[in-house]
């Protein structure tokens, strides 16, 4: 079955400081995706990033970065000079596929506060 | 801009009284999600729709009902609801299977 792990439930720290949010996965898929997801106090999911499980890749978007590693199973998101802003639940999910459409499967879900 | 509407966002209704949940999009995404997602836990997927084939997931009641009569529109029927079922709802969309499924703001349903 597949599943994801994110051990951190709450991290707290102050505004600049960068921040790591982990995420670790299992599947028996040898295709699957991978992604990461804010949800703001506001309550709606928005999306950051997707990743194949082809592309090892780490990807740099602004503040944010993301670092994929298979041999570890592992899909971790590092905030940089993080932000008020940032403060929200982040959900890392994997992907699989029933019945023609895609089922997100998610972690737990880790707290990020940012306090100025 | 607004590309998945949830109507309404804050419902209230009483214990065992039918509600009905709605979702729309812009999008023109092939397949719609309905996500129940309680307090300080992660989204749980109820069912889905891929064009006009309903998916149910095995795990929810048979009180939750959806119904998706075009491809803008999906509506979350719960017959008969319970205390435990209040909770945030989220629609999603994807385009096809694998890409990123993008959210609506949620309808919180309360049950008094």
């Known amino acids: 079955a597949q599943k994801v792990t994110q051990a951190q439930t709450e991290i707290s720290v102050v505004e600049k400081e960068d921040v790591t949010l982990d995420c670790v996965y299992e599947?028996?898929?040898?295709?699957?995706?991978l992604f990461w997801y804010k949800q703001p106090p506001s309550g709606e999911l928005v999306f950051l990033i997707r990743?194949?499980?082809?592309?090892?890749q780490n990807e740099i978007s602004g503040r944010y970065s993301w670092n994929f590693q298979k041999s570890t199973s592992s899909f971790n998101f590092t905030i940089t000079a993080s932000q008020v802003v940032d403060s929200a639940v982040y959900f890392c999910?994997?992907?699989?596929?029933?019945?023609?459409?895609?089922?997100?499967?998610f972690g737990q879900g880790t707290r990020l506060t940012i306090n100025p | 801009d607004a590309m998945v509407i949830q109507n309404p966002r804050y419902q209230v209704t009483q214990f065992g009284k039918p509600v009905t949940l709605s979702c729309s999009q812009t999008?023109?995404?092939?397949?719609m999600y309905w996500y129940q997602q309680k307090s300080s836990q992660a989204p749980k997927l109820l069912f889905h729709?891929?064009?006009?084939?309903?998916?149910n997931e095995a795990d929810t009641p048979d009180n939750f009902q959806s119904r998706r009569p075009n491809t803008s529109f999906c509506f979350l029927d719960i017959r008969s609801p319970g205390l435990g079922d209040a909770a945030m709802y989220l629609c999603?969309?994807?385009?096809?299977?694998?890409?990123?499924?993008?959210f609506g703001p949620g309808t919180r349903l309360t049950v008094t």
């Open positions: 999603a969309t994807s385009r096809q299977p694998y890409y990123e499924q993008y």
């Open positions: 999910a994997l992907s699989e596929i029933i019945q023609g459409a895609q089922k997100l499967v």
């Open positions: 729709y891929y064009d006009k084939d309903f998916n």
């Open positions: 990743r194949n499980s082809f592309d090892e």
């Open positions: 599947t028996r898929d040898t295709t699957y995706y």
């Open positions: 999008l023109n995404h092939n397949v």
